[in-house]
C-alpha cells in the first residue's frame, strides 16, 4: 500500500510564515503527524510525500526518521503535487495495488478511518472518501450575497481525506484530468466512476486557519505533546493578560 502525502501548500490563509506542513503542534509537524499517522495504522508501507518545491531538501530532513517516506516536488496546484507524488509512486511502490491520497493538513485522522478507507478499497471499491453530515443549514446565494434558498442538507456530506483509490482507477482519472480540482475523487467522478464513502471523524479536519491550529494545540496533540497548563504558582503573568 502506498499513501500520497500532498504537502506542497503555502498555507496562505493559516499565515504561518512557513509552509503550513511544517507547521509544529505539540513540538512535531504536522506532515510529520500526518506521516506518522499513516504508518502507525499498520496498513500503508511506502509514502510519497509532495514538497513545496523550495524546500524539498527541509522536508526530507524532517522526515529523514522515516526511510519508508519519499519526497518529491509538489507543484503550483493540489493536483499538480498528487500527480507528481503519483508519478513518483510508479517507482517507490511499483507493485502497489491500492493508493491513498492525504493531506498534510489532515495530521490528526485517527487510524481507524485509514483502516475503514483501505478495507473498503480493498472489498473492491475503486475509490472511497471518508465523510461527515454537514451540520449546519446551508443558503444558496446569489452574487450580492443575498440568500435565494435554503438547500437540503440531507444528503449533503462534508468530505476529508484520506481518499483511497485503486491506483488504476486513480492514475487512469489523473491521465483524463483536464482542469484541476479540490479533491481526487472528483477527477473519478468526472470519469463517472463509482465513489463509495465511509465515516469520517471530527479529528480528521484539515488545518487551514489559526482558530484550527488552536484547536489541534488544546485537543487534538496528545496530552504528553501539549504545554503545560497553567497553575498559578508561576508567578506574575505577562502585562495585560486576562485573569
Ligand atoms: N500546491 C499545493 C497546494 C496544496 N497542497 C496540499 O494540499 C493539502 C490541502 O490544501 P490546503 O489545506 O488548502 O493547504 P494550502 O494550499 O497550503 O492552504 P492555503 O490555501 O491557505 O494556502 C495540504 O496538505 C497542502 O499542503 C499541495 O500539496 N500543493
Ligand atoms: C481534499 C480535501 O481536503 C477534501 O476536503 C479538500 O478538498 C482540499 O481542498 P482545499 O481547498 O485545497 O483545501
Not at 4 to 13: E, F, K
Request: aromatic share 2%.
Amino acid at each position: 500500500m502506498v499513501a500520497l502525502v500532498p504537502a506542497a501548500g503555502r498555507g496562505v490563509r493559516l499565515g504561518a510564515g512557513v509552509p503550513k506542513a511544517l507547521v509544529p503542534v505539540g513540538g512535531r509537524s504536522l506532515l510529520s503527524r500526518a506521516v506518522r499517522g499513516l504508518l502507525a495504522s499498520g496498513r500503508v508501507q511506502h509514502v510519497v510525500v509532495a514538497a513545496p518545491p523550495d524546500q524539498v531538501e527541509v522536508v526530507a530532513a524532517e522526515l529523514a526518521e522515516l526511510p519508508s517516506a519519499h519526497v518529491v516536488p509538489g507543484g503550483a496546484e493540489r493536483t499538480d503535487s498528487v500527480r507528481r507524488a503519483l508519478d513518483a509512486a510508479a517507482q517507490v511502490a511499483p507493485d502497489a495495488r491500492v493508493v491513498l491520497v492525504h493531506d498534510a493538513a489532515r495530521a490528526f485522522t485517527p487510524a481507524s478511518v485509514i483502516q475503514d478507507v483501505v478495507d473498503a478499497v480493498e472489498q473492491g471499491a475503486p475509490a472511497v472518501v471518508p465523510v461527515l453530515p454537514v451540520t449546519d443549514t446551508i443558503k444558496q446565494v446569489d452574487d450580492a450575497g443575498d440568500v435565494v434558498s435554503t438547500v437540503d442538507r440531507a444528503r449533503l456530506r462534508a468530505v476529508q481525506t484520506p481518499q483511497g483509490f485503486a491506483i488504476d482507477v486513480l492514475r487512469d482519472a489523473y491521465a483524463a484530468a483536464g482542469d484541476i480540482t479540490t479533491d481526487d475523487a472528483g477527477l473519478v467522478e468526472r470519469l463517472g466512476g463509482e465513489v463509495r464513502t465511509v465515516p469520517g471523524h471530527p479529528h480528521a479536519l484539515k488545518i487551514t486557519t489559526a482558530f484550527d491550529l488552536a484547536i489541534a494545540e488544546s485537543v487534538l496533540a496528545p496530552a504528553e505533546d501539549r504545554a503545560p497548563a497553567r497553575t498559578g504558582a508561576e508567578g506574575p503573568q505577562d502585562a495585560g493578560e486576562p485573569e
